[in-house]
C-alpha cells in the first residue's frame, strides 16, 4: 500500500551556516556571482560524520535551506532583473518569497573536517538553517541548452568594477567597524542595470555621477560606458551636520561609526 499524503510535514535544520553576508541587500543574486567563502557547521551526537563520509570528493554541492528571514510568500514577484519590472510567477522564478520557504544553491565545496563543510561561492546568509546538502553530477544535474523561460528574453550586460584607493581604504574601515561590506554590496547592486532607479536606492547626481544608498551610507560612482566599467570615487555619510549633532536622536545607533569616519584625515 502506497505511504498516506499527509497535509503537513516538519523538517529539522541539520546544522547552521555561517558567512560574512548578513544583510538581505548583500546576498549575491546567484551563487555564481558569488566570491563569499562560507561553511556549514553540522549538529553533534546525530550520526553526520558519517553522513559526510565521501562527500570530499565532489568540487560542487546542492545545499538544500531554510529563507529565515521571509514570513510570508508572494504569488507574483518581480525579479532583481525583469524586463519593464514585470511580476511573474513566483514559481517562474528563484525569489525567496515562496509557499514554503526552502532555498536550493549550488556551491563550490572546499573540504570536509569533522562536521564543518567549507565551501566557496555561496549566495546564502549568515546563520541559515541547512535542511540537507547533496552532491552535484554535471553528467544529470547540467542542461546548458535548456530553454529558460522568460530570462532567455533578457538582454543583460555585465558591468565590471574598479575601487579607487580611497573608496577602498573607506569601504575596509567600514566593513572594520561595522561589519558592512559596502564593496560586496556595490558588487551585487550594481553588476546588471546600475542606472535603474526603479529597483535601487541611486540617483543622479549634478556632475554626472551617480551615487547608491545603503544604510546610512552613499557610494559615489562613474561610468566608463566604452570599456562597461564603473568607477567608485568613494563613501560619504548620509547624514547632516544637524543629524550628527552630539544631542540628536540615534535609531540605528551607529552616528558614533560616522562621526569617527568624519574625523578620519586619510580621506578628506
Known sequence: MPAEIRDRYEFSPIGLLHTGLRWRYEAPRQAGFSD?????????????????????GFERVW????????AAWRPKV????APENRKYGVFATRSPHRPNPVGLS???????????VYLNHCDI????????????????????DAKAGWRDELNLSEWTHEFSPVARAQM??????????????????????????????????????WCIHCRTWRIVYRADEGAHVLRFDGVSSNYSPADLAPDA????GDKA????????????
Open 36 to 56: 563569499a567563502k562560507a561553511r556549514i557547521e553540522l549538529y553533534p551526537g546525530r550520526g553526520f560524520e558519517q553522513a559526510l563520509e565521501d562527500l570530499a
Open 63 to 70: 545545499v538544500l535551506f531554510v529563507f529565515h528571514l521571509n
Open 78 to 81: 518581480t525579479p532583481p532583473y
Open 106 to 116: 549550488c556551491v563550490e565545496l572546499e573540504g570536509v573536517d569533522g562536521l564543518t
Open 125 to 144: 546568509l549568515d546563520r541559515t538553517p541547512v535542511l540537507d546538502i547533496k552532491p552535484y553530477i554535471p553528467a544529470v544535474d547540467a542542461f546548458p
Open 172 to 209: 575596509d574601515w567600514i566593513a572594520a567597524q561595522t561589519g558592512l561590506d559596502l564593496a560586496n554590496f556595490c558588487s551585487v547592486q550594481l553588476r546588471y542595470e546600475p542606472f535603474n532607479p526603479a529597483r535601487k536606492r541611486i540617483e543622479r547626481l549634478p556632475d554626472g555621477a
Open 249 to 252: 536622536p540615534d535609531p540605528y
Open 257 to 268: 561609526v560616522h562621526r569617527t569616519f568624519l574625523e578620519v584625515a586619510s580621506w578628506k
